[in-house]
């Protein structure tokens, strides 16, 4: 992801040029990000289910229908994870921690790939203001500005490629909640909702409340993933940038160029740079998936049996009965499920060299 922050230019120009039509991404180039986004995203997102699967049981547990049959009974006891865990493979099976694992799948495959591409896409949409901004008089270097400028560029195409991609997919996010939260084996002492998967989904959510049912808590969701993507796709390219420049592997030109000599980051130093952001991004952003989710668990309920007017009042409500650490439950599964977000950053990386 450097080559489109960091451009590589024989020649110092002055400020007010604008960059060199070699900054575009061609076509071959495009696909190349697409089809090894994707490829990350679904080894990421598969390797984790389990722990998101737990992580997502402990995060809504009160978040079920008001009704009085899923106040206590036919929800897992989520006092710990280690506890979800072993009740989920006592009663569902090992199978199960993979339940919704296909909308998962699909998702994280549609937003690898389009995140990765629209990321390069954004960067190259703002380069231009970015560099006219250079003109304009500051009393920073050169050299500062430039490099601020880079890492300006990368946290704002991440925060638009991810709000971009969320409005796209939002239904099958949408599903893969919902099907994380069926619990039951599908048997006569233990039914599931939606024993058919995705369409029986979409079947009763479509009958209840129509297509605005799977966009619930899209609006508080979009302003997450703009952050989310920001701190996760940006951070990461920031930091590799920070790196390099470090090592004084970035030269000083009208761009920051790379020696490419010595620009490789080890697959070490790449994972622990992942690892960091991925863990900085999920926790920051943590409380506003937890409201999101819980507005999504009320889509296809009559009005009188939702718990939350709006993603305000969901605030409001979770502050005063649950207390600060309502916002926060499942964050240890979603600690650990980070690995896999690192996972993302690197595999996307090392796809790329392959293809």
Known sequence: MLRSTLKMNSTSSTPSKPPPSSSKVSPKTAAKDCVAGACAGVIA???????????????????????????????PSRTSAWGVMKRVYREEGVLSFWRGNTPNVMTQAGTAAMNFLLMDWYKIAIT?????????????????????RALISSFLSGGLAGGTVLTALYPLVFARTRLAMDVGNNTI???????????????????ADGWRG???????????????????????????????????????????????????????????????VSITAGTACYPIDSIRRRLMMQAGLRSEDRLYKNSLDCVRKVFMSEGIRGFYLGIGPNLIRSFGAAVLLVSYDAFKVMM
């Open 128 to 148: 231009p203001l970015l560099h006219w901004s250079l003109s304009l008089p500051s009393d920073r270097s050169e050299e500062k500005r430039k490099k601020r």
């Open 45 to 75: 997102k598969t390797a984790v289910a389990p722990i998101e699967r737990v992580k997502l049981l402990m995060q809504l547990q009160f978040s079920i229908e008001k009704s009085p049959k899923n106040t206590k009974e036919g929800v």
């Open 214 to 276: 799977f966009y619930q808590g899209y609006g508080i969701a979009l302003a997450g993933v703009v952050v989310y993507r920001a701190l996760h796709l940006g951070g990461y390219d920031a930091v590799k940038t920070e790196i390099l420049h470090r090592r004084g592997v970035l030269v000083k030109s009208d761009n920051f160029s790379i020696d490419r000599s010595k620009s490789d980051l080890t697959m070490t130093e790449r994972f622990l740079a992942a690892q960091i």
């Open 189 to 207: 002492d233990a039914p599931r909702k939606y024993p058919a998967g995705m369409r029986d989904v979409y079947r009763t959510i479509w009958s």
